[in-house]
């Protein structure tokens, strides 16, 4: 399975931006997807998550409100719309694919991931 992010960049405090991850060598379809994001100095962080049917959907706190994340099984990918940006999601944002189909917060339970877009935000 490789998963491949994309539609990291710079952007404005403010601004909107929509990451994508495809997956390739597996279906996404029964699996639950999500992204983590890491910024410098800290831990890698759980900021959306969408169960394999595409029915729950799951947000961090800090993200909950201006990201959505979205699934499209007959393509393969997963895209979160980030809105409203500020300095503080300035990060490697990942993505994940799980070893289930629904959603679990620990890093644990994901079995693959991306290798990461850079998203940095201007202020």
């Known amino acids: 399975v490789q998963l491949r992010a994309s539609g990291g960049g710079l952007v404005q405090a403010g601004g909107s931006l929509s990451l994508s991850c495809a997956a390739s060598g597996r279906s996404i379809e029964a699996y639950a997807m999500a992204w983590f994001r890491q910024a410098p100095g800290k831990e890698r962080e759980f900021i959306a998550g969408?169960?394999?049917?595409?029915?729950?959907?799951y947000y961090d706190d800090s993200v909950r409100g201006r990201f959505t994340i979205n699934r499209d099984n007959a393509k393969n990918t997963v895209t979160p719309q980030m809105n409203s940006l500020n300095s503080e999601d300035t990060a490697v944002y990942y993505c994940?694919?799980?070893?289930?189909?629904?959603?679990?917060?620990?890093?644990?339970?994901?079995?693959?991931w991306g290798k990461g877009t850079l998203v940095t935000v201007s202020s």
């Open positions: 994940a694919q799980g070893t289930t189909g629904w959603v679990r917060y620990n890093i644990g339970a994901w079995g693959y």
């Open positions: 969408i169960n394999w049917l595409g029915g729950g959907t």
